[in-house]
């Protein structure tokens, strides 16, 4: 079936806890009335897809509410072990202490992958001397250990006049990607203005000429003519700029990484999950190529739908 695409703008318009039908649920694609329940939250990096296969979805099946939260992929995955949702969002794969919290909780999941995301780097339109970054001199940024203040902190012969840095929040999995690949586990730098709504962020930089900042490659693509993405060095010495080619073949290295949705097994159980879950899955590709981000191969997706349908004893 062709898919009506929405605009992106909308989408991150729409980054609050957003209900493509009004109503609330516990997590159960519980029913109320004549109206079926599926509730979704995590990561906003993966929203713009989730949000976007919600409202087709809804279009189709009128009586279904799809609620997508924006908690961040930590505050999904709390819900997730809470019971109160039966898809988590992710932007990073589950940590071993929240394997252990569902373990805990008798939650069976699997894991699944949706789509590719190259994290961006983005400095202020008026930038004119950054022109690539290396991992290490992020790392020198970044670190709460940073004794950089101003640009020329950075590298010889950039101007004297301090940075402003712009960072997901701690409950992120872009954070948590971010503080791993670039900061090694290191504490990030404490005077970095965080924020959960990736908009605020893009808002930050575009309003800070000294501004830098990081977030989902949709993000920057949406606002590409307000902002600057910043070529990153990679293994190879070469400075690559993010885009659906480089991430597709792993040319934009180390930061390019795996969209994930965590199901629930029992919440699997129920007709109205499962066929929203499925519908995620031969969308997905499509669906985040419309967004900005970048589809996994075709057999990829059908592996997947193999597994959710044993899953669901289908």
């Given at each position: 079936?062709?898919?009506?695409?929405?605009?992106?703008?909308?989408?991150?318009?729409?980054?609050?806890?957003?209900?493509?039908?009004?109503?609330?649920?516990?997590?159960?694609?519980?029913?109320?009335?004549?109206?079926?329940?599926?509730?979704?939250?995590?990561?906003?990096?993966?929203?713009?897809?989730?949000?976007a296969?919600?409202?087709?979805?809804?279009?189709?099946?009128?009586?279904?509410?799809?609620?997508?939260?924006?908690?961040?992929?930590?505050?999904?995955?709390?819900?997730?072990?809470?019971?109160?949702?039966?898809?988590?969002?992710?932007?990073?794969?589950?940590?071993?202490?929240?394997?252990?919290?569902?373990?805990?909780?008798?939650?069976?999941?699997?894991?699944?992958?949706?789509?590719?995301?190259?994290?961006?780097?983005?400095?202020?339109?008026?930038?004119?001397?950054?022109?690539q970054?290396?991992?290490?001199?992020l790392?020198k940024?970044?670190?709460?250990?940073?004794n950089?203040?101003?640009?020329?902190?950075?590298?010889?012969?950039?101007?004297?006049?301090?940075?402003?840095?712009?960072?997901?929040?701690?409950?992120?999995?872009?954070?948590?990607?971010?503080?791993?690949?670039?900061?090694?586990?290191?504490?990030?730098?404490?005077?970095?203005?965080?924020?959960?709504?990736?908009?605020?962020?893009?808002?930050?930089v575009?309003?800070?000429?000294?501004?830098?900042?990081?977030?989902?490659?949709?993000?920057?693509l949406?606002?590409?003519?307000?902002?600057?993405?910043?070529?990153?060095?990679?293994?190879?010495?070469?400075?690559?700029?993010?885009?659906?080619?480089?991430?597709?073949?792993?040319?934009?290295e180390?930061?390019?990484?795996?969209?994930?949705?965590?199901?629930?097994?029992?919440?699997?159980?129920?007709?109205?999950?499962?066929?929203?879950?499925?519908?995620?899955?031969?969308?997905?590709?499509?669906?985040?190529?419309a967004?900005?981000?970048?589809?996994?191969?075709?057999?990829?997706?059908?592996?997947?739908l193999?597994?959710?349908?044993?899953?669901?004893?289908?």
């Amino acid at each position: 079936m062709k898919l009506k695409i929405t605009l992106l703008t909308f989408i991150m318009l729409s980054l609050v806890i957003f209900t493509t039908a009004c109503g609330n649920g516990d997590g159960s694609g519980n029913t109320e009335g004549d109206s079926k329940k599926v509730m979704v939250d995590g990561s906003s990096t993966v929203f713009p897809i989730m949000e976007a296969i919600a409202e087709e979805y809804s279009a189709d099946n009128p009586k279904v509410k799809a609620t997508i939260g924006v908690s961040g992929t930590g505050g999904g995955f709390e819900k997730f072990i809470a019971g109160e949702t039966d898809m988590s969002n992710a932007s990073r794969p589950i940590k071993e202490e929240e394997k252990q919290a569902l373990k805990e909780a008798g939650i069976e999941y699997t894991e699944f992958k949706v789509a590719l995301d190259g994290l961006s780097v983005v400095v202020n339109k008026k930038n004119e001397w950054v022109d690539q970054l290396t991992i290490e001199e992020l790392d020198k940024m970044w670190s709460e250990s940073s004794n950089v203040i101003t640009w020329a902190d950075v590298r010889e012969g950039w101007p004297d006049e301090e940075i402003k840095f712009f960072s997901p929040g701690a409950d992120s999995g872009t954070f948590d990607y971010f503080d791993e690949v670039v900061l090694d586990g290191e504490q990030m730098r404490k005077d970095a203005s965080l924020s959960e709504d990736d908009n605020v962020l893009v808002q930050g930089v575009t309003g800070t000429k000294n501004a830098i900042g990081y977030f989902g490659y949709a993000y920057y693509l949406e606002n590409k003519d307000e902002l600057k993405v910043v070529p990153i060095v990679n293994k190879n010495g070469e400075a690559v700029t993010p885009s659906q080619e480089t991430i597709q073949s792993g040319e934009y290295e180390p930061l390019s990484r795996p969209l994930f949705i965590y199901m629930k097994h029992e919440a699997l159980k129920d007709e109205t999950v499962y066929d929203f879950a499925k519908y995620t899955l031969e969308n997905a590709g499509e669906m985040a190529e419309a967004v900005g981000y970048v589809g996994l191969p075709d057999s990829v997706y059908n592996d997947q739908l193999s597994k959710l349908a044993e899953i669901a004893g289908k």
